[in-house]
């Protein structure tokens, strides 16, 4: 990671870079519950409930942008701080 910390993305900012990132490069993390994942979601998000991120988060990639989201931003901070600290990207941890 180039800065060690968490960068915040707005809806419209994330809108933005996806259309520039190629698919490849960044994994969208939906931190939410498994019944608010299957009541909506970003198209392409994967879900890894925060209840569980702590024991998953060495297997996130290390080679992509990783964007966490919830449904109003404390879980998925929760969720960026976390895998910023353990350093699991050399790219950046976003928070949206």
Known sequence: MDDGGVRLLTADALRAQMAKWDEE?????????????THGHIPGATLIPLTELQSKVFDLPSDRELVFYCHSGGRSAF??????????????????
């Open 79 to 96: 969720a960026a701080d976390l895998a910023a600290e353990a350093e699991v990207t050399e790219r950046g941890v976003y928070n949206l």
């Open 25 to 37: 490069a960044y994994l969208l993390v939906d931190v939410r519950q498994p019944q608010e994942y």
